[in-house]
C-alpha cells in the first residue's frame, strides 16, 4: 500500500498519560497535515508543515500538543498530559507542492479513560 | 475567517431519484471548493475539485460565487452512493495554501 498510513490505529490511555502517534505521508509528497474529528463534526485543522517545516498551527494546537516531522518525511503528533476532551480521530494527510489535492491515512482513533 | 455550511446532516434518497447535497462557505479570498466522501469502513478521499469542473461517479458541483455555494447534484442516486460527504474549502494562495475548512458532513443514504 502506497497510501499515507497512521499508527496506531487506536490507543485507550487514561487521563494524564502522553501518547504519540506516527503519520508516514505518500514518499515523494512535501506537504503534511494534521486534523482532528470529533464525533458529528468534520475534521478540524491542526498543523502543516512543508518539508520539515512546521509552517501554521491551529489555535485548537494547546502547549500540550506538539508535532514534528524531523527529516521532512514521517511525522509524529504527541499529546502530553491527555484529557478526556482529546478523544477524537487524529488524520494526517499528505500532498505534493502544487498539487491540491490531499491525500488522507486511516487515522488513530484515540481514547481517554 | 473561512467557514463552510452543510445544513443537512442526513438526506435519504431513493434509487433512480436526484440528489443534491447542499454546501455554502464564506471566505473573503479566492476559494479552492472540494468534496471529500468517506464510505464505510474506508478513508477519506476526493471526490471532485470546482476548479477541474469534471463529474466524477455521475456527480457534479459548480461554484456560485454569487451564493456563495457549491452544491453537490447527481440525477440519478445509486445505492454506492451512500456515504459520508464533506465540503471543503481552501485558500488558493499564501503560508496557508492547501489548508482545508471542512463543513460537518452530510450522511447521505440510497435506498434501494
Known amino acids: 500500500d502506497t497510501g499515507v498510513s497512521q499508527n496506531p490505529r487506536h490507543k485507550i490511555t487514561k487521563r494524564g498519560q502522553n501518547v504519540t502517534f506516527r503519520c508516514d505521508p505518500i514518499s515523494e509528497h512535501n506537504r503534511l497535515y494534521w486534523y482532528r474529528q470529533t464525533l458529528g463534526q468534520g475534521p478540524e485543522f491542526l498543523t502543516y508543515?512543508?518539508?520539515?517545516?512546521?509552517?501554521?498551527k491551529s489555535r485548537l494546537l494547546s502547549d500540550r500538543f506538539s508535532a514534528e516531522r524531523p527529516k521532512g518525511s514521517f511525522s509524529t503528533l504527541e499529546i502530553q498530559r491527555t484529557e478526556q476532551g482529546d478523544s477524537a480521530m487524529y488524520l494526517c494527510?499528505?500532498?505534493?507542492?502544487?498539487?491540491?489535492?490531499?491525500?488522507f491515512g486511516p487515522g488513530t482513533r484515540l481514547t481517554v479513560l | 475567517a473561512q467557514r463552510v455550511t452543510q445544513p443537512e446532516k442526513l438526506l435519504s434518497v431513493f434509487k433512480g431519484a436526484p440528489v443534491e447535497l447542499k454546501c455554502n462557505y464564506s471566505y473573503s479570498g479566492s476559494p479552492e471548493l472540494f468534496w471529500y466522501v468517506q464510505y464505510s469502513r474506508q478513508r477519506l478521499q476526493l471526490l471532485l475539485r470546482?476548479?477541474s469542473r469534471e463529474s466524477i461517479k455521475g456527480f457534479t458541483a459548480d461554484l456560485n460565487k454569487g451564493e456563495t455555494s457549491f452544491h453537490l447534484k447527481k440525477p440519478f442516486a445509486q445505492e454506492e452512493d451512500s456515504a459520508m460527504y464533506y465540503c471543503a474549502l481552501s485558500n488558493a494562495g499564501g503560508t496557508s495554501y492547501g489548508k482545508l475548512t471542512f463543513g460537518q458532513g452530510t450522511i447521505l443514504t440510497v435506498h434501494p
Open positions: 508543515f512543508q518539508n520539515e517545516a512546521q509552517l501554521e
Open positions: 494527510a499528505s500532498s505534493s507542492t502544487g498539487g491540491n489535492e490531499q491525500f
Open positions: 470546482h476548479i
